[in-house]
């Protein structure tokens, strides 16, 4: 194999080819129907791991840059495109080109609204990211870092959940703000290598052999990387942005976030902050600080996971903890701990990954077929993981959910538990709590309409009591009750119950008895004055 992709010049064009095709199929997906945009991206990204498979083979075990492209961009500025590919990035690179055909799976049935900007976003996604990885100029390094933030943003905030624009603007500033510190920092870096050499260049090798002449300000500029790549990690306290992400984003963005955005900061730790600046990461303080918001970050994140009644932010706050376990691999020195470390970014790409496809399957945003019940678009379910998982849960790791740690019969059923919520949700449209044998049935009911959780558009009213219905009933289904339509007017009067309960106790004759007359019968007086008549007068 290797002879024939030297044969084929593979080293040559492979790294421009995997920037290239998958910006050429965006556009193409921009310019087909909409009913070819998800074949066509399947297709694309297909293309673009069998490319990638022969960096497998030609790869050669060396501590130097290898299938390196040098062009020269921008020269006046000193800006040239230069990629490459060593021991860390090889990998990396892998894991992405394997994880996109998965994501544009992922979202065969699930994306039925605005198909083309959606899988187009996804392939020059694709591009940044890889960009980010293989990028050998800090210009270059940081374009890709942009471009792959802003496909994201729009994926969360189009495509994602009921909270997506929350979430996408969070994710946006943390990461934006992040990145505007680290260009100030690659500028500076910039600048003053330029005047002490007399050649500016954005180069990763020339500024690696120049770095000591930015000692005086070492700890301001690596601070400025350090927090940039803290955030995309994320650590703690850094991760707030995580949570909302994963959980808002559709199936592809958590499985994109988790697999490969995550490992883009620790792999900016290892390829920029560490070698341009080694004194300051190996200080006493720096290490201690850094060391302790790793194990804050394990223990808090999986303390937290422990509770999460939503799958996906479970999900989420692990892998604050899992990461925890890399910078603490990376903050050893160690060649031991340093392979470590990328075995396990690798292994949590992987694997979390696959969580979020066994979360959404379980939610029905993944179905095998487009008839499924479960598929959004037979009105199946669009919410979040909460609402199917069941009243006792199976334990996770041996260690049982805190909410479920009681049983049924000690614990009542959930609308005594949380009365104040369910009764805000109860009293307008009478929500009532039925049990089954398999568990809390969560149907809802618009007329004589009924689906599995929220009814689908067909289904609804337009009315405004059905617009008022709907939005009850994905409060509801997370407290796992029924929202029923509360009954008409003339159903409650028809009622024998309510017409006991509305009629006015009547006396003797048949007249309503008014109050007076009655405080009067229970003390026994008569119900109205007695007054002298003539007679007896």
Not at 120 to 133: N, S, W
Not at 433 to 446: D, I, M, P
Request: proline residues 7%.
């Amino acid at each position: 194999m290797h002879a024939f992709l030297a044969s084929l010049g593979y080293d040559r064009w492979v790294l421009d080819a995997l920037l290239i095709v998958p910006l050429v199929g965006a556009v193409l997906v921009g310019l087909r129907p909409a009913a070819e945009a998800k074949r066509l991206a399947l297709a694309v990204t297909l293309v673009e791991f069998a490319l990638s498979a022969g960096l497998w083979w030609a790869f050669e075990a060396s501590a130097t840059m290898q299938f390196v492209v040098s062009r020269p961009w921008i020269p006046g500025w000193g800006v040239t495109y230069r990629l490459g590919v060593d021991g860390i990035s090889l990998f990396l690179v892998l894991l992405t080109t394997l994880t996109m055909p998965l994501a544009v799976l992922s979202s065969w049935n699930y994306i039925t609204e605005r198909l083309r900007p959606y899988y187009a976003l996804l392939l020059v996604l694709t591009t940044g990211m890889l960009g980010v990885f293989v990028a050998l100029d800090l210009f270059v390094f940081y374009v890709f870092w942009e471009i792959m933030l802003i496909p994201m943003y729009f994926i969360i905030g189009v495509w994602g959940g009921g909270r997506r624009l929350y979430a996408a603007i969070k994710f946006f500033l943390y990461t934006f703000l992040g990145s505007l510190l680290m260009f100030v920092a690659i500028l500076t870096i910039y600048v003053v290598v330029g005047r002490a050499t007399g050649q500016y260049s954005f180069a990763y090798e020339h500024l690696l052999r120049n770095i000591g002449y930015v000692r005086p300000w070492a700890f301001w500029l690596f601070g400025a990387f350090a927090l940039a790549f803290a955030i995309k990690v994320p650590m703690f306290p850094f991760h707030t942005w995580l949570p909302d992400a994963h959980v808002e984003a559709p199936t592809a963005g958590s499985v994109i976030l988790a697999g490969i955005l995550l490992k883009m900061g620790t792999y900016g730790f290892l390829r920029f902050a560490l070698p341009f600046f080694p004194e300051v990461a190996l200080h006493p303080t720096v290490a201690t600080v850094v060391v302790t918001l790793a194990v804050v970050g394990i223990v808090y994140g999986a303390l937290v996971a422990m509770v999460q009644p939503d799958f996906k932010k479970l999900i989420a706050y692990s892998s604050v903890a899992h990461l925890g376990f890399v910078m603490l691999g990376i903050w050893a020195l160690t060649l031991q701990s340093v392979q470590g470390a990328l075995l396990v970014m690798i292994n949590h790409g992987i694997s979390t990954g696959a969580l979020f496809f066994l979360a959404a399957v379980a939610s029905g945003a993944i179905t095998f077929w487009p008839g499924h019940p479960a598929s959004p678009a037979s009105g199946g379910p669009r919410f979040s993981v909460e609402a199917a998982v069941p009243p006792r849960p199976a334990p996770v790791l041996g260690v049982e959910w805190r909410r479920h740690r009681a049983s049924e019969e000690q614990r009542g059923p959930p609308l005594e538990r949380d009365s104040s919520a369910c009764q805000q949700i109860a009293a307008p449209l009478s929500v009532k709590l039925t049990r089954g044998s398999a568990g809390v049935q969560s149907t809802c009911r618009v007329g004589e309409q009924t689906s599995r959780a929220v009814p689908a558009a067909a289904t609804r009213k337009a009315s405004a009591e059905g617009r008022c219905l709907s939005r009850c009933e994905e409060r509801a289904v997370r407290l796992h009750v029924e929202p029923r339509r509360a009954p008409t007017r003339m159903a409650r009067d028809r009622s024998p119950d309510r017409a006991a309960a509305a009629s006015p106790p009547r006396d003797a004759t048949g007249r309503r008895a008014s109050s007076r007359r009655l405080r009067a019968r229970r003390d026994g007086a008569p119900s109205r004055p007695q007054f002298p008549s003539s007679a007896s007068a």
